[in-house]
């Protein structure tokens, strides 16, 4: 592919970090790069405590947790959304209840969501897809008056904002992504961001084994030993070293994709005028995104199988998603769905991503703004 999907990059001192923290003879985790990532993360996104994990994946399940829930349980959440949202859950015991997306943020319909409530409810999980929150002000006052968890999947979101608080740090939990698909990078990451008090001191038991090791570095009891149930979800100093120069450059990373979502944007207007296409909707008032993805959405699967082939032709790699939960062989097997599920299903076979990554140029986009073009030259809308 001459224009690949996705193109992992370095934009400071990741390599440098890494031969210091080998050169400091700390390859464990929680050294002074994790250190310095938990502040950044703290201090730039406002969350009370943040725990570097090996990926969203894990911070999720470290969520799930934290929320004390087994067999019965129920967690609300969208269908159109990775697995690792609802697995996570699913490792508890829990019954995952899938609810449609609202057709201008593809993100979690908070009405729907409402409506989807019943006794056994126990936490909510809005996915911010593409970095677009979600309705947090509706959906942290129903989860305050039905006293449910509310885990965001902040996956797409870092940086990014509703009504001026960040993304991860307004729901009781928060997790983030570092995967190499997402705006900033370590390969596979993630953290754990705990904005409530009452999960903190649990959380970091959780992360390490399920000991009191935290508490025991800091010199806060004079041995550790084994509290509660947990796992190893705290990555190897390497990886803070690669992440922590690439989060002191996060700004210059989102305003370089959200430059090129705006080249997409201005390169397919006048498809879209046509009917040809559909660009996402710009962002609702309140929310700021952070250029995580762009997509669009074709008239059918079929326009959309033919557009990515043509590109492929053309080597240039489109992907699309999600294969909706709801209706995937384990989404039917360990959950239910609680509403219609017309945008998803629907959305689910229109949409797809275009390439974009910190390093793609302006002249690629406008090679796949041609290409896609091409594609529509002399078609019928
Ligand atoms: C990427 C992603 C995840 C998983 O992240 P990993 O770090 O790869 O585990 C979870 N949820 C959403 C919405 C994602 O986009």
Redesign the pocket.
Known sequence: MKIPFNKPFTIGAELENIAAAVRAGHLSGDGPFTQRCHRWLEERLGARRALLTH????A?EMAAILCDLGPGDEVIMPSF??V??ANAFVLRGATPVFVDIRPDTLNLDETAAAKAVTSKTRAIVP?HYAGVACEMDAIMALARSRNLVVVE?A??GVLAEYRGRKLGAIGHLGCL???E??NVISG???ALLVNDQRFTARAEIIREKGTNRAQFFRGEVDKYGWMDIGSSYLPSELVGAFLCAQLEHAVEINARRLQLCAAYRSGLETLAARGALALPRPEPAGATGNGHMFYVLLKDLDTRSALIAHLKARGIHAVFHYVPLHSSPAGRKFGRTASPMTVTDDVSERLLRLPLYYTLADSDVAQIVSAIAAFFHGRPA
Not at 55 to 58: L, Y
């Open positions: 990926s969203c994946t894990a999720l959304t990775f690792s949202t996915v999947d996956a797409q992504s570092f995967h698909t997402k596979e990451g993630g």
